[in-house]
């Protein structure tokens, strides 16, 4: 069995999960259960970056200790997680013991090979980022640009790590195509890289500085550098030097997937970490695009936050993964809009899948005996439906999801006007009870095989729909290469229509803001 390891960046624990948030891990989840459904043994893998100034300073404001602080929070995000049926095989929080080790030894290796030093840092760190800065990195009034704030002036002994020895073989790892997607943001890395400026960068700060962290090993007074910190989890999540047999099988990873925003730090500080620790390089790094509210950047002072437990609450977990991914392209920045997200769902969700399988159900009840007719179904339609799935697998691999649900769709609308040309209900009437058949098992087939394919977005919507279909076994258990996929199906399989699977949304209030 091939093998699939993928990671998102694990998010801040100074606040709870957002939307954008949940757009990431959406769709790591969508690539994990994608990657299970072809047949692939995966290792997906989220979690929680809990120590630094930005948590610590936030911990203290609300009045708490950093740790009671990051383990409320940890909960938040995997009780988010849990509600967006996001299936991650595991969930680390960077504050772990096993953790807080592999970080040492990481740092220890990169000692040794001589590529870490000690030194001055004088310049400017924004905590908002947990990143140096500088000055040219500043918008015209001084600020961080994504932060809109001053960055501290500072002036303090640090580690310093080496980049700059290795940066000729970065270089060569970033020129290949493919190791960081979108192919533009790989271009932004290398220039990044090659710009004189851009050399060896700080790895601890001193305690004095900064308390909550994890410990330089042999100097108890300095604390490692949270990036240094958080990219390892990535390892760490994996079993390095804890769990021998799960490193060997899932390092190096497939994909690590991360916002457009923090690129530099996973395509030339981790992969430049890793060269210094002689491990081999993630396979692919893919920098998706920010999701906006409303046409807005999210904010707590315009208070457009949206909290992606709430939204569960009031819309189900399926609507909302499948909104995100059908409307909005993933290397691109996106939107989320309540007046398109609500027509979306209906319209693709209540219109198109339930009502073919509502429309199906009730026919094969009236006609059927409520039994999977015994025919054979319509060559043309099959062919669509093939024709479909083939393009749904070169998106999915791609990571192009809006692409992959519209070929996914493609089977739906296919049974729609099937359905609507064949008119069923009036080939029973008059007598043509076989061929009234042949046209429901083919609706059937339609609306199974597309089901299958929708699973690793909408897999709440999937599972009910594969209930009344009439199969026991889960349907995340399907691989595409199953003859349950390939195979019609089974006459005589006992169908249980349970009413319509997906509720229109008639909601006209705002979506909750937090
Ligand atoms: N803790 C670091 C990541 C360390 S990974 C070793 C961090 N955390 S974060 O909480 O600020 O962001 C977590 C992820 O969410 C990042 O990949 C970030 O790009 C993503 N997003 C944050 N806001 C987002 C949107 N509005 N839209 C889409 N993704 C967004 O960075």
Known sequence: MEKYYLTTAIDYANAPPHIGHAYEKIAADIVARYQRLAGREVFFLTGTDEHGTKVEKTAELAGKNP????????????????????????????????????????????????????????????????????????????????????????????????????????????????????????????????????????????????????????????VIYVWIDALTNYITGIGFETDEVLWKKFWPADLHLIGKDIVKFHCIYWPAMLMACDIELPKMVFGHGFITVEGQKMSKSLGNVLDPIELVDKYGADAIRYYLFAANSFDQDGDFSRADFISTANSHLANNLGNLLNRTLTLVDKNCAGKVPDAIP?????????????????????????????????????????????????????????????????????????????????????????????????????????????????????????????????????????
């Not at 070169?394 to 006007?417: D, V, Y």
């Not at 046209?439 to 609306?447: A, D, I, K, R």
């Not at 909408?458 to 026991?472: E, M, N």
């Open 67 to 222: 740790k009671e602080f990051v383990d409320e929070m940890a909960e938040k995000f995997q009780e988010a997680w849990k509600r967006l049926l996001i299936s991650n095989d595991f969930f680390i929080r960077t504050t772990e013991p096993r953790h807080e080790k592999v970080v040492q030894e990481v740092f220890r290796r990169m000692r040794e090979k001589g590529d870490v030093y000690k030194g001055t840092y004088k310049g400017l760190y924004c905590e908002g980022c947990e990143d140096y800065k500088r000055e040219r990195d500043l918008d015209p009034d001084g600020n961080c640009p994504n932060h809109k704030k001053p960055p501290k002036v500072m002036e303090e002994d640090n580690y310093f790590f080496r980049l700059t020895k290795y940066k000729e073989k970065l270089r060569q790892w970033l020129c290949q195509e493919g190791v960081v997607r979108p192919d533009g943001r790989r271009k932004e890395v290398i220039n990044q890289l090659d710009d004189e400026d851009f050399g060896d960068f700080s790895v601890s700060r001193p305690r004095t500085s900064l308390q909550w962290g994890i410990g330089v090993p042999d100097d108890p007074e300095h």
């Open 378 to 514: 319509d060559a043309e339609a099959m062919k669509v439906a093939e024709n479909g799935q083939r393009s749904y697998v070169e998106f999915m691999e791609q990571l192009e999801f809006t692409k992959a649900i519209e070929a996914a769709l493609s089977l739906l609308n296919e049974g729609n006007r099937y359905l609507n040309d064949q008119k069923p209900w009036t080939l029973f009437k008059e007598g043509k009870k076989a061929e009234g058949e042949a046209v429901l098992l083919t609706s059937l087939e339609l609306v199974k095989r597309a089901t299958v394919l929708l699973c690793p977005v909408t897999p709440g919507l999937s599972a009910k729909i594969w209930h009344q279909l009439g199969f026991d076994e889960p349907i995340e258990k399907v691989v595409l290469t199953d003859s349950v996929v390939s195979k019609v199906i089974p006459a005589g399989q006992l169908l249980r229509n349970q009413g319509p699977v997906f509720l229109r949304i008639e909601d006209v209030t705002a979506v909750p803001a937090v």
